[in-house]
């Protein structure tokens, strides 16, 4: 083989290997999405191609009760934990990147082991708490419990971020004898915000997806959030499990989140290998 | 701030310490309240004989949830607890190789994603998008959109399978015993190798071009190459991954709990925990193996920071 063939054989084989790593990424997703477009005696004939465009499923899916509340259960859910998680963040994270205290390195060490919980350990103690608490059954038991999660991550990567800003910008400030808040405030919440976002978005996909404490804390169809409500369609038996109401229901609560993702790819890959705390 | 002396500047440095407090206090006050007394709790009522329906009159009966020895009183007796369950150290071992598995699976499918999208070619960043997709569907959903692909009937896998002449006939994937943990790996490595993959990716990214042109002019091959230049340079970004996906995959509970409900063959020990917590009436001993899962856990996150000496304060930097 002369050299010319051997560097088109290579580049035919990474085009191969390419393909092969699209196509198994895209492919279920395109698969779901197929299923959905189906209906009656098709649902249960393999195609590979779109054969079907029948938008059945995704009307009873919506007329079958309480999907759409239980959408704006997990907006509202989600919302409100990434909306508390910043508040808390920008301040606690301004703490711990900008200023040199004993301690901090602790303090760090504690809220990077609280991100690595298992949720299950303290599934006991808070549904105990929430019982006491009157919030079983009610969404702020999930806005109370999410935030195991997204307060470390949101201080982690706020942390790590806020570090890498110069210097300079802060000590003009503090000459001109301005006060932490203010400093926070007029300096670092501008060049924060591409940040925030981020671990907002990052934060929002966490609660959005969240099952077992949703599951656990969670009664009623109502109340209940999209994950739980998704993984509790049945039919009568296992062989009448609705597929194509499933599968149309799984598209509505995954079209928005791959959307956002691919908007925001770039950022967050640097907000995930930043943290590089939570999947 | 430099070593600049004088009242002033101790002054302010005293006042700066003070605020930081006051600004970490507030997270640090809702950490303690959703993960440390929550966590307390759960480790108390492994020491008790709570039941779903008597939480609040719990009494103190020591290690029995863990080990005790029933006396029959004819001299005869046995060993009860979670020590002696059988089921529980199935699930202990169903976790164990199912987080081997799945994150060996995901370093190895992770890093050739990531030598693939750190080349330059033409549509790279639609492959990058398109391999987050995954990893952008929520766990429910890829787990029910498995279930269904699986399916031992109209599944497409089998359909697949059959056609291209790899099987002779359909698999029963998630209701076979020998192959319910196959189709838990499928999902969750399919899921999670793009977060692997990101991650090494960075620190790909990382490595400086200029050694790469060194080698190209000293003519060292590509195997070789990778094998002393990429791997030893990216070596540290993966480590970090694996044990972020090792504690993550011990954890273990959405995808076995939707595929695979009551089998002892993928029975996880969060699947085991929450069993005994809310289906069983058997609160106390959910609780005591909540502890020890969070107790092997805890064990790999401190000897991982002290074991990679992670620069936490960020001082060095």
Redesign the interface.
Known sequence: MTRKQVNLLKSFG?YI??AV??L???F??Y??IL?SFKSGQS????D?FPRDFDIKNYISAFEDGYFFSQILNSVFVATVVVIASLV??V??S????R????G??A????????S??????????????I?AFGLFNSLWSLV??Y??FT??FT?WVL?TFM?ELPIELE?AA?MDGAK?LTIIRRIFLPLLWPAMVTTGLLAF?HA??E??FAL?FLSTDAQRT???A??MISGQSEFEVP?GN??AA?VI??VP??L???AF?RK??SG??AG???? | ?TSGSGARQTG?IRQ??R??????A???V??AI??L??????I??GFTDASLNS??SARFVGLQNYLEWLDYGDGDGEWLGLLADERWWQAVWNTLRFAFISVSLETLFGM??AL?LN?Q?AGR?F????????????????????V??LHD????IN?LMLTLGLISKPIAWTASPDTAMTAILIVDI?K?T??MA??I??GLQMIPRDIYEAARLDQIGPIKLFRKVTLPLVMPAVL??IV??A??A??V??VV??MTPNSDETRS??VF??EN??DYDN?AY??AA??L??LI??LI??SF?YGTKMD????K?
Do not use: C, H
Not at chain 1, 116 to 129: D, E, K, R, T, Y
Not at chain 2, 19 to 24: G, Q
Not at chain 2, 153 to 156: A, V
Not at chain 2, 312 to 315: A, C
């Open positions: 990474f290997l390419l790593i699209v198994q990424a895209l279920p997703f698969y779901a299923t649902l249960f004939e393999v590979y808390l963040a301040t606690a301004y703490g711990l990147a200023i040199r205290f004993r901090r390195g303090l760090l060490f504690t809220i990077l082991s609280v690595m919980f298992p949720q299950i350990a303290v599934l006991s103690g808070l549904f105990a708490m019982r109370f419990s935030m195991i307060l470390p201080v942390t570090r000590e503090i932490p996909i959005w997806n099952f077992l656990t999209v994950p739980v998704i993984a597929w499933i599968m799984s609560v995954t989140l791959i956002l993702v691919l790819q967050i890959i995930l290998t590089a705390v939570k999947g | 701030m302010l700066r310490t605020s930081a407090w006051m600004f970490v507030p997270m640090l809702v950490l959703v993960a007394y929550p966590l307390a709790e759960t108390w009522y939480i609040d050739i994603i693939v080349k070619f960043s492959v990058r998008a398109a391999v987050l997709v995954p990893w952008a569907i929520p766990t429910v959903v890829s787990a029910k959109l498995w269904w692909m009937q109209f599944g497409i359909d399919w999670t793009p977060f990101l991650l990716l960075a970090v991954a972020f996906r504690l993550d011990l954890r509970f959405d709990y939707i020990m969060s925990a929450r917590l809310f609160f959910g609780s909540s502890t899962l969070f856990i805890a996150t401190i920071i936490l304060s960020g001082d930097s």
